[in-house]
């Protein structure tokens, strides 16, 4: 069907497009062809376009009966080889972490966009707020990592969810695309890239043509590296013959050793997080005052840096642009000479500010600009930089 | 004859469809977990023996098992078969995923009364509604067996469970009728006492497009039947029951407490009361989602 693969990608060239339109064509470029999802402000537009694109490409998008429905039945068309996703907010989040921790323990791979609304309970709902990052975390019961990436604009809504697929492809782990209610309804220009460009940096979901009886994660007793198959498809060879969400071994059988289990399912991320970790690093060789941030703060972030340079005070910023797994030592690594860092975060509590702290160990201040529902304007971030500097 | 008495006079031949089941695979016998007098051993065997006598291709059928009791089964059902043990009530919406994805497929769903009309009830309703192809079996041994005997959905008034001590007071939820009222085209009940109906029924669900939805009455002596005595019923209620606290007893009270369908419709409501109603309740096909989501995509494709 070459019509069918044609209209797969945006012609090349500049688009205006809208946040989550932006992330659902990058979803779609990257080979999505199932979307289970159920509409809740500010995720709704997702659903909506991809109900639209999916069925061109042949794909399959459904409205199920609630969240529950909706992420079960993305990973029930993980298994049988699709690449799937689903769209939702903090409320969606709460309800699905049932079955991601299931989808963690069986290594399925999905995309999870999280369009953050303001908190809790109904909250406000067109309102941003990065509340859901420690329910990302944790999400679920039982332990395991995930991944979760913050985009700052509708160009990395499109290019990041790319990302997030290969990562959820490679890692076998939730990956979680941090969008939130005014990125997701912000209109910007987004250049597509020519198909074939993008079609070199997408990892297509293929069983492999030997299909080894090892099916999962494990660690190889040799060498002591972590080895992550590709992920199994029902209704090929290349298949455990049950599916079982205890702790268990390689080949998918119950493993009488569940703290080997849980290791391998902190370790297979932890161990790659040199390759996983995604961060920019502006202007931060002779910094002496560190802002740290990730999604919508960064864009004051570095507004807020360059009018602090022009007024010659030493400032940079570290961005990140996968917040979990937390980069440890790159962070400790920035911060090791910073006579403060600032951390701006959409919300009131710092759960990054947090993590910064946990790894200076508080041997360095740390200034939290908290803002809810609304963003930072460079004034806020500048006039603390002011202070700090004096 | 050669005279000769066997070597083993007591030596069983071996069951024919040990080899297919999976338990049989690995450990070389059909290393059921179940409790005596249960009937999830019945319906472990019959499905293995419809997956081999019908040649159902694995590929095509992958087995969705909720959380019950009854997970245990895939220790019983195929080797072949490729299983996926989906959390507590989510079977049916993990089954529409597959279909979806892969409409080649008949996802075949085992399910519980706690798993399909308690906590997934609403998914069970859904994928009615859809009528996605597919194979839903209820198991209903009217109880909570796994976590311990707990009041279920599903437990006949008066019963009494280790939640309902004083005997059980509330409404009961009835499968079928719920299958029946969410659209569902093939709707049939059945017991494990009839084994050869319960065969009929699952030969005649694989061939039909569209979802079908088995319910199965299946005893639980540990916790249903010890704790209830076989006069549970408004009909029975002057008799002395006594205990049900072996397979059989409980098999006899299943027959005595069923009611064939063509029977009911001449019984009143006080009659049928705390009865099972067995048989075929609707077979009308119908237009089937996967097919109905092709046409979508012909016209979203530019066709017509």
């Known amino acids: 069907m070459s019509s069918s693969s044609d209209k797969r990608f945006l012609p090349e060239g500049r688009h205006l497009l809208m946040g989550n339109i932006a992330m659902v064509e990058g979803a779609i470029s990257a080979g999505l062809t199932f979307f289970g999802g159920y509409p809740i402000t500010p995720s709704t537009e997702a659903i909506e376009h991809l109900a639209k694109r999916l069925p061109e490409i042949g794909g399959c998008c459904m409205q199920m009966e609630d969240e529950l429905a909706s992420i079960n039945s993305v990973i029930g068309a993980s298994l049988v080889g699709a690449k799937s996703m689903t769209a939702t907010s903090g409320p969606g989040l709460s309800l699905m972490t049932e079955t991601i921790s299931m989808a963690a323990n069986l290594e399925i791979p999905f995309v999870f966009c999280d369009v953050q609304r303001t908190g809790p309970g109904t909250g406000l709902v067109t309102e941003p707020h990065h509340n859901d990052l420690g329910l990302m975390r944790f999400s679920g019961n039982g332990e395991f990592q995930v991944i979760a990436i913050a985009p700052m604009n509708c160009q990395e809504l499109f290019d990041l969810t790319i990302t997030a697929f290969n990562y959820a492809e490679t890692y076998r782990c939730p990956v979680f695309l941090m969008s939130d209610a005014y990125l997701g309804h912000l209109h910007e220009v987004v250049n597509i890239p020519p198909k074939e460009e993008i079609l070199k940096r997408v990892i297509k979901r293929e069983s492999p043509e030997d299909a080894p009886a090892r099916v999962f994660s494990y660690k190889d007793r040799e060498t002591g590296e972590y080895v992550i198959p590709k992920p ?62 990730y999604g919508l703060p960064v864009r004051t972030s570095y507004r807020a840096v360059e009018i602090a340079r022009q007024e010659g005070i030493k400032v940079g910023l570290l961005r990140l642009i996968t917040v979990w797994p937390f980069p440890d030592e790159l962070v400790k690594e920035v911060v090791k000479d910073a006579k403060a860092v600032i951390v701006p975060e959409l919300n009131y509590t710092g759960i990054i500010a947090e993590q910064v702290q946990r790894v200076t160990k508080l041997t360095t201040p740390i200034i939290k600009i908290g803002k809810v529902a609304e963003f930072h304007h460079p004034d806020d971030i500048l006039k603390v930089i002011k202070e700090v500097a004096k | 004859m050669s005279g000769i008495a066997p070597m083993f006079p007591n030596e069983k031949p071996e069951h024919p469809y040990l080899q ?172 494990v006492a009839h084994p050869r109906t319960l065969m009929k029924y699952f030969r005649k669900a694989l061939r039909h497009k569209g979802t079908s939805v088995i319910e199965i009455i299946t005893p639980c002596v540990t916790y249903f039947g010890r704790k209830n ?76």
């Open chain 1, 232 to 293: 199994p498809i029902m209704g090929t060879d290349y298949c455990p013959g049950l599916f079982i969400h205890l702790p268990h071994g390689p080949e998918g059988l119950p493993t009488p050793k569940p703290m080997e289990f849980m290791e391998m399912m902190i370790e297979k991320i932890k161990s790659n997080i040199d390759k996983i970790t995604m961060v920019d690093k502006y202007k931060l060789e002779d910094a002496e005052i560190v802002i740290i941030a």
């Open chain 2, 20 to 191: 297919q089941s999976y338990g049989g695979k690995v450990f070389g016998n059909f290393a059921s977990l179940f409790c005596g007098g249960c009937g999830y051993g019945i319906i472990g065997q019959i499905f293995t023996r419809i997956f081999e006598d019908e040649k159902l291709d694995p590929k095509l059928h992958p087995t969705v098992i909720g959380i019950g009791c009854y997970s245990q089964i895939m220790l019983l059902v195929h080797e072949a078969a490729q299983k996926v043990l989906a959390l507590h009530g989510r079977a049916p919406a993990v089954a529409t995923g597959m279909k979806m994805a892969n409409p080649k497929m008949k996802p075949i769903v085992f399910s519980g009364d706690g798993d399909c009309l308690g906590i997934g009830g609403n998914h069970f309703i859904h994928i009615c509604r859809r009528n996605v192809d597919c194979l839903i079996m209820i198991f209903n041994n009217s109880i909570y067996a796994m976590t311990g005997g707990q009041g279920a959905p599903t437990t006949l008034y008066g019963a009494k469970s280790t939640t309902t001590p004083y005997t059980m007071f509330e409404n009961r939820t009835d499968g079928v009728k719920l299958a029946l009222a969410a659209g569902a085209p093939y709707v049939a009940r059945t017991t």
């Open chain 2, 229 to 304: 005595l076989s006069n549970l019923g408004e009909e029975y209620k002057g008799e002395k029951g006594e205990k049900m606290d072996t397979g059989g007893k409980m098999i006899d009270w299943i027959k005595r407490n069923s009611v064939r369908i063509n029977q009911a419709k001449f019984m009143t409501d006080e009659e049928l009361f705390n009865k099972y109603i067995i048989g075929e309740f609707r077979y009308e096909p119908k237009p089937e989602y996967s097919d109905e989501y092709a046409k979508i995509q012909k016209i979203a494709m530019g066709g017509k």
